[in-house]
């Protein structure tokens, strides 16, 4: 990316309390992601979560289904957005796997004759 592309993002300085800087490195590292996207991701997700739960992945999915990428940057933020809703929707699914065998087990427990 040129310094002419980086200048046309917003940006904004922040000032960290004591451990929060490590905290967030540590946990982009672990989502293998930059500081910067871990940032935005929690961002996104505090504020897109306020308005309603999947207003962000509705939003996501929607620029993947639109989005057209011809720029190497397009293409950059396309791959996010997909590696983004992959995460998303496998989490779900994870959760309510959770969900569907615990609703299973209280079912079988139902089902068992009492001795």
Do not use: C
């Not at 996104?44 to 990428?69: F, H, T, V």
């Not at 940057?73 to 699914?93: C, G, N, P, Q, W």
Request: aromatic share 8%; proline share 3%; charged share 40%.
């Amino acid at each position: 990316m040129t310094d002419k592309q980086v200048k046309d993002y917003d940006k904004f300085n922040l000032r960290f309390p004591d451990g929060m800087r490590d905290a967030i490195a540590d946990r982009a590292k672990r989502n293998s992601r930059s500081m910067n996207s871990e940032i935005i991701k929690i961002l996104g997700e505090a504020l897109y979560l306020e308005e309603k739960p999947d207003a962000w992945l509705e939003r996501l999915m929607s620029y993947i289904e639109e989005k057209d990428p011809s720029s190497d940057d397009d293409r950059e933020l396309f791959a996010h957005a997909i590696s983004e809703a992959l995460k998303e929707v496998t989490m779900r699914i994870g959760k309510e796997n959770d969900r569907l065998i615990a609703i299973a087990n209280a079912q079988f427990k139902f089902q068992k004759k009492p001795t």
